[in-house]
């Protein structure tokens, strides 16, 4: 699929040359990393004020934790082929459960995590049954499935509350400074840069996702099945189980992002993450995901949450603050990658069925 | 009730044709509905005639109920359906260009004063306004999925993020009200008439739209360019062209259904207005059977799966499930229907039918 590319195109020195010789994966997570290294030194440079610090940079960072966890999911879900819109609603839930188990409940950390897996778990084994052995379309199924989660979210407890159990708190508020990059305030004393446990959570999940889908077999199934299910099929990979275990992981992953968010907000309501299944996707593909399947990465998904996140700072910290704002800056910057990903992509086609 | 029994009745030829028939999922949803609610509490087919607080006739009860709310989601139902057809794909930002569609009414309406004594335009003026920006919207849609090649749901994430942020600003983030009684018609009731004005303006819309299938290519093009988009080509059709005019046509029905969901309220939440429809509508053209992937497809199907839905959503509100708790039954509804209508379900049930009828033959 994408890496025969590979020797279709002519040898050249050129620049244009050398990024025609990459894999589509390749290209489009180059073209998000540039514009998310320029965006962020032109505010830098620009805007200075809040971005010169690096603590900036690291509020990004906690604030998306839970979406770049969501993500990840939603990235090699669409590399299969097909999307889940229930991260969002499984989210809500898994927040809203783990808070009436830790307030109402007298229940631990450790059973509140455990019952976020379970939810996530859960989901993504129903879902994904249905979508590979049932051979329903994956939109309806997860569709179905947000549906439920955001119900069951009101069933399970219908108005937001904030938790209190002490060692949920005190995990809540941990913070892991980061040596090097704090600031001095106004009064002249230094604050450290930290992050949250979120963000070392996400990290890891990024780095065991890029190492799964780019070194082992099953990662590389998923490509396949992604790219062209009928060839696959005749290489011998087993199709249905791959789909299934990319919705598996994807569900895992919703519970896990849940927990997180759960982790950074403290509390739960029904209108936790709202619209974090389209944050998702439309980080997704600004890393490079193709909805058709068989192109994308999750570090390309990384820049995308950042991205998405440092655009809406910029916007608003140059005066366009009013709430509307954030809504059309998402969709602008959306519609510019989809626009970019669809010239690259064509141009890429004539170049290669000319030579 | 007498349609199941002639079901009974027939031989087995017509009841494979039945089975085959697109129709058949969503009317025996309806009717497995109805049979529901006729054991449970048949109060719920008691049509009641009265006077509503201006002193108008208005029949109401739990029918009028679902064919008043569902009117806006079979309007939208007729346009999914062709887009679905056409593109292979789904449009989600109906909600949000409902949004859009309703501030600009308003906008026009009201020409920026919150609280206008008078409407500063004629009713028709401003529809007509809200169709043009409604399908302008639809054409941004189309032409990204079309000449960008852009996957439809993906393309009209754009808006959906967008669209209820634009509607919020058209109107500079203000909520006008609309004191004129006459602009309240669209979705209430016309003096003297008891049945409510949603329902004639989605019959309308089905009248236009079968007559058009009937009549015009309108059915042949879109489902010849979602079947196979080369082939059509090389038949001579501009694909392209037939998309982009597919996501028009729904874009003139999101300014119909604008219309109505303004004028229920007389007024607008950018946030909550037509919430959610976008995945009604999306069900609907999924309960009528029509492959969501595109190619062909049945209009009659789609609608009566919209008015399934509303159906549903009814019959929910009235044994007291919260609106909040709403959706997690519908999604069970809705798994339970998709099982059941899954061509590999269907494609089990059908050889163990006929294995049991080897079996009774060899008896």
Not at chain 2, 245 to 263: D, E, N, P, R
Request: net charge positive; aromatic share 8%.
């Amino acid at each position: 699929m994408a890496k025969t590319d590979k020797n279709t195109t002519p040898a050249g020195n050129s620049l244009g040359a050398k990024l025609m010789g990459m894999t589509d994966t390749n290209l489009l997570l180059t073209i998000t990393v540039i514009v998310f290294f320029l965006m962020y030194i032109g505010a830098v440079v620009f805007l200075r004020g809040g971005f010169l610090k690096p603590q900036t940079f690291f509020l990004i960072l906690n604030s998306n934790a839970a979406l770049i966890i969501l993500a990840c999911g939603m990235s090699l879900v669409m590399i299969t082929g097909g999307i889940d819109i229930s991260v969002g609603g499984v989210t809500a839930l898994v927040s809203m459960c783990c808070a009436v188990y830790l307030d109402y409940k007298d229940g631990n950390v450790f059973g509140a995590i455990m019952i976020a897996l379970a939810i996530g778990l859960a989901f993504g084994v129903i879902q994904g049954l249905m979508v590979a052995y049932l051979d329903i379309q994956p939109f309806i199924v997860t569709l179905a499935g947000m549906f439920f989660a955001k119900g069951m979210t009101t069933v399970v407890n219908s108005s937001p509350f904030n938790v209190a159990n002490e060692a949920f708190v005190a995990l809540k508020t941990t913070r892991i400074n980061v040596p090097g990059l704090g600031s001095v305030n106004k009064k002249g004393i230094y604050v450290p840069a930290y992050v949250e446990i979120g963000v070392l959570v996400a990290i890891v999940i990024v780095i065991v996702m890029f190492v799964l889908l780019r070194w082992t077999k099953m990662g590389r199934n998923f490509y396949a099945v992604g790219g062209n299910k009928q060839s696959a099929l005749m290489l011998g990979i087993n199709v249905k189980r791959t789909k299934f275990l990319s919705h598996l992981i994807c569900g895992l992953l919703a519970g896990i992002g849940g927990f997180v968010y759960f982790l950074h907000v403290g509390s739960g309501s029904p209108s936790n993450a709202a619209g974090a299944e389209m944050d998702a996707i439309a980080s997704s593909i600004i890393g490079g995901t193709m909805l058709t399947g068989g192109v994308g990465n999750v570090v390309g998904t990384f820049f995308g949450v950042l991205s998405l996140s440092t655009i809406q700072n910029i916007v608003s910290s140059i005066g366009f603050d009013e709430a509307w704002w954030t809504g059309i800056t998402k969709a602008a910057m959306l519609c510019l990658f989809l626009l970019v990903q669809s010239v690259v992509m064509s141009v890429r086609k004539k170049r290669i069925s000319a030579s | 009730m007498a349609n199941s029994e002639n079901v009974k009745t027939s031989s087995a030829g017509s009841w494979k044709n039945l089975l085959r028939n697109q129709c058949f999922i969503p009317i025996a949803a309806l009717l497995l509905l109805a049979v529901f609610n006729l054991i449970v509490d048949p109060t719920f087919f008691r049509i009641t005639f009265g006077y509503n607080s201006a002193g108008n006739p208005v029949l109401s009860g739990a029918i009028i109920d679902i064919i008043n709310n569902g009117s806006e989601l079979a309007i939208l139902a007729i346009g999914m359906t062709l887009v679905t057809a056409a593109s292979g794909g789904q449009d989600i930002s109906v909600g949000a260009a409902i949004a859009i569609a309703g501030s600009v009414i308003l906008r026009v309406l009201c020409g920026g004063n919150a609280r206008p004594e008078t409407l500063e335009a004629p009713i028709i003026v401003a529809f007509l306004v809200a169709c043009v920006v409604a399908m302008l919207f639809g054409a941004f849609n189309g032409v990204l999925v079309a000449y960008f090649k852009i996957q439809p749901m993906i393309a009209t994430l754009i808006l959906y993020t967008a669209g209820r942020s634009i509607a919020a600003w058209i109107n500079n983030n203000e909520l006008p009200v609309i004191s004129d009684p006459k602009f309240a018609y669209f979705g209430g009731f016309i003096p003297g008439i008891p049945i409510p004005t949603p329902f004639f303006i989605a019959v309308a819309c089905m009248i236009v739209v079968g007559l058009a299938l009937k009549f015009t290519n309108l059915r042949l093009y879109t489902q010849s360019v979602g079947i196979n988009q080369s082939s059509a080509r090389l038949n001579g059709l501009n694909p392209e062209l037939i998309k982009v005019m597919t996501f028009v046509i729904l874009g003139l029905c999101v300014a119909v259904a604008g219309l109505i969901k303004v004028s229920r309220v007389s007024s607008i939440n950018y946030s909550v207005i037509a919430k959610d429809i976008e995945m009604d509508a999306i069900l609907a053209v999924a309960l009528g059977g029509n492959a969501l992937s595109g190619g062909k497809f049945s209009m009659a199907a789609s609608i009566i799966g919209a008015f399934v839905i509303q159906c549903l959503t009814t019959t929910l509100y009235k044994y007291g499930v919260p609106a909040t708790a709403l959706p997690a039954y519908k999604a069970v509804v809705v798994i339970l229907l998709v099982i059941v209508s899954a061509p590999t379900v269907r494609e089990y049930f059908s050889t163990l039918v006929k294995k049991m009828k080897l079996k009774g033959e060899v008896a």
